[in-house]
Nanobody
């Protein structure tokens, strides 16, 4: 049973950068579909970026060109590099993973394992 732990959140000024990391407990995510989601209070959780087992990636339009998702198979991590941050990027960020893709990279139904979240604040 894989467990995920996010890290790297914090406070940053507009235009700044942060790198989020999602560590899997003793399991390589190389065969998993993984994604980063974010949520602000009173709003639906939304997909931000996804990476498939074959390494292909997808991004929400709102972050395309600014965020990059990557997987480090040696470190058992899936990272989210966030550049050009905007106040509207402020949210709790969650990583998620599952072995199989049925619905889509940004569909929460595709993920059974979630991390606890890490807060990103841009001002």
């Amino acid at each position: 049973h894989v467990q995920l732990v996010e890290s790297g959140g914090g406070s940053v000024r507009t235009g700044g950068s942060l790198r989020l990391s999602c560590a899997a407990s003793g399991v390589s995510l190389s065969r998993y579909c993984s994604g980063w989601f974010r949520q602000v209070p009173d709003k639906e959780r939304e997909g931000v970026a996804g990476i498939e087992s074959d390494g292909s990636t997808s991004y929400a339009d709102s972050v395309k060109g600014r965020f990059t998702i990557s997987r480090d198979n040696a470190k058992f991590t899936v990272d989210l590099q966030m550049n050009g941050l905007k106040p509207e990027d402020t949210a709790m960020y969650y990583c998620a993973a599952d072995r199989f893709r049925s619905f889509g990279a940004f569909d929460q139904r595709d993920y059974r394992t979630w991390g606890q979240g890490t807060q990103v604040t841009v001002s």
